[in-house]
């Protein structure tokens, strides 16, 4: 007979399982929870107790398990549980916000329904609209295929480190030098050196007596470069040998990442302009909800740009006062090169270590304070030294014009930009007059 599995239930029931019911696939220990403390975690297997909470939490409970998850409900047959699951989770449950009573869907809203509601109206469609283009460029950000240029730069930094490292093995300098390889390769150079001159000296000393006393020193010489080479052969040949093969599996690594980062160009484009987008629309409606706020409060704030602020919404702003602390300067072999570094690696982090060690800048303060402060200021890097959605229009030819254009107009006041000529450098007869 096989064993069998009883258990006694919390109202003191026996039940019995048999070998099978009681096999690792079917039994283990586990603790019962609610759906909403179960939010974000994983498990391999799941059991679920269907009592209603609509289909929102439907998905919550189906998509814990990473094999399986068993529903358990409550019906007279299959059939009446399969109609009334089918039934529970085609409804809605999504709780009905304060917000959204009484506004009108900021999907279907115009400049003429803007115009006609009440200002904290306005900032409260205006907050759910950006709301959802958060949520849809968060979406899309998630979405966006990662990139090798990461892995590329360290495995080719890694494939210099190697290269490096066997050629000062194989002159027993650098980290080698007061290795035994390295003195073995010290002692085998200097051992053929004194061959060498022994053996020239033999050939064609000044006088007989120099000839003469080269011949004789040669046994002994050759037996000195012998042992060397013997020494060289068991220390260093190793070496080189385990150096070459770590060589040609990160050369390998470096061309497969090559030609997924040229792939990855290609496919990157697309999603990323889409992400742009709603990332652009997200933040002009911020800046519009900000406008409004300070229109509630009575304050004047410097000019934001409305290029990608939609423009059935109506968001304007209409003061701008000089920065009290200047404006930002940025070199232009900085901008460029920098440019053409994010072009390449879109998910560089632009730090003072990173932008001082790229641009061969004296110290990490220096870069922080002439490059990536300014950068930070006109939008187009974070403060964790991320391209922002403006930082990667800059990087594109296609949108380098647009990302332009909003720097102008959000950072630099028409004051400002008066005096300057065609080519944004200073006119010295129009700051004169």
């Not at 990473?66 to 409804?91: C, I, K, M, P």
Request: one cysteine or more; hydrophobic letters at 40%.
């Amino acid at each position: 007979m096989g064993r069998t599995l009883t258990l006694r239930t919390a109202d003191n029931q026996l039940v019995s399982l048999k070998a099978e019911e009681a096999a690792a696939g079917r039994l283990g220990y586990a603790y019962a929870t609610t759906l909403h403390r179960s939010q974000g975690a994983t498990t391999t297997r799941a059991h679920l107790f269907a009592d209603g909470g609509g289909r929102e939490l439907a998905y919550v409970a189906m998509s814990r398990a990473r094999e399986g998850t068993h529903v358990w409900t409550v019906a007279d047959g299959v059939g009446q549980a399969r109609e009334d699951l089918v039934w529970e989770w085609a409804s809605e449950r999504r709780p009905t916000w304060a917000i959204d009573t009484g506004l009108p869907d900021p999907d279907q809203v115009d400049r003429e329904t803007m115009a006609a509601l009440a200002v904290t109206d306005r900032a409260r469609v205006i907050a759910l609209a950006g709301g959802q283009a958060r949520l849809e460029a968060e979406a899309l950000r998630s979405a966006l295929p990662s990139d090798p240029a990461p892995k590329l730069d360290a495995a080719a930094a890694q494939l210099v480190r190697l290269r490096q490292g066997r050629a000062e093995l194989e002159a027993g300098t650098g980290a080698h030098r007061r290795t035994p390889a390295g003195r073995a390769v010290s002692e085998l150079r200097n051992a053929r050196a004194k061959l060498r001159t022994a053996e020239d000296t033999a050939k064609h000393g000044r006088s007989w007596r120099d000839r003469h006393a080269a011949r004789r020193m040669l046994p002994a010489l050759t037996e000195t470069a012998n042992d060397a080479r013997h020494d060289w052969d068991a220390l260093v040949v190793p070496a080189l040998q385990r150096l070459d093969v770590e060589l040609a599996k990160v050369e390998a690594a470096v061309g497969q990442l090559t030609a997924a980062a040229q792939g990855h160009r290609e496919v990157f484009e697309e999603p990323a302009h889409r992400w742009l987008e709603a990332a652009s629309t997200y933040g002009a409606l911020a800046r519009g909800l900000d406008a409004y706020r300070d229109q509630l409060d009575g304050v004047c704030r410097a000019p934001v740009s409305e290029r990608a602020a939609p423009a059935r919404l109506g968001i304007s702003s209409r003061c701008s006062p000089l920065a009290a602390d200047g404006y930002p300067k940025i070199p232009l072999k900085a901008w460029r090169e920098l440019r053409v570094k994010a072009n390449s690696a879109p998910t560089t982090k632009f730090t003072p270590e990173v932008v001082s060690a790229l641009m061969t800048m004296a110290s990490p303060e220096s870069a922080a304070s002439n490059v990536v402060r300014p950068l930070r200021r006109v939008g187009l890097i974070d403060s964790d030294g991320q391209l922002t959605s403006r930082g990667h229009k800059w990087r594109l030819d296609a949108s380098y014009p647009e990302a332009c254009q909003e720097i102008l107009d959000e950072v630099y006041p028409p004051d400002l930009l008066a005096l300057t000529d065609d080519s944004g450098s200073p006119d010295p007869q129009r700051v004169l007059t």
